[in-house]
């Protein structure tokens, strides 16, 4: 069965850093894009970051380029979103998505964002930035 168990949300000050895993199980991360998205309430759901795992190429919203930084430890199946200088605006449920990394990066090289219809989807996990 596969599974994508997000970790690490929690409620932070404006300026503070989270970090974010996403502990994969079920299957093998060759081939595979792991993103992270999120979704405010009331709001669209957005493609944060994605890693591929195969080359660690990386994609960033422009929302968050400078700030987040999105790693993958291969051996543990787990991928991390290391989040600084957080704002109110980055509190969502973030959840964590995996997909084959050519039509990922596909999507990013033609859309400008990760797709939507990603294969596997994690639960989520609350961060909440206070002001």
């Known amino acids: 069965e596969v599974q994508l168990v997000e970790s690490g949300g929690g409620l932070v000050q404006a300026g503070g850093s989270l970090r974010l895993s996403c502990a994969a199980s079920?299957?093998?991360?060759?081939?595979?894009?792991i993103g992270w998205f999120r979704q405010a309430p009331g709001k669209e759901r957005e493609g944060v970051s994605c890693?591929?795992?195969?080359?660690?190429?990386?994609y960033y919203a422009d929302s968050v380029k400078g700030r987040f930084t999105i790693s993958s430890d291969n051996a543990k199946n787990t991928v991390y979103l290391q989040m600084n200088s957080l704002k109110p605006e980055d509190t969502a449920v973030y959840y964590c998505?995996?997909?084959?990394?050519?039509?990922?990066?596909?999507?990013?090289?033609?859309?400008?964002?990760?797709?939507?219809?990603?294969?596997?989807w994690g639960k989520g996990t609350l961060v909440t930035v206070s002001s």
């Open positions: 998505a995996a997909s084959n990394d050519m039509i990922v990066f596909d999507s990013i090289a033609t859309m400008g964002r990760l797709p939507y219809g990603m294969d596997y």
């Open positions: 079920g299957f093998t991360f060759d081939h595979y894009a």
């Open positions: 890693i591929g795992s195969s080359d660690g190429r990386t």
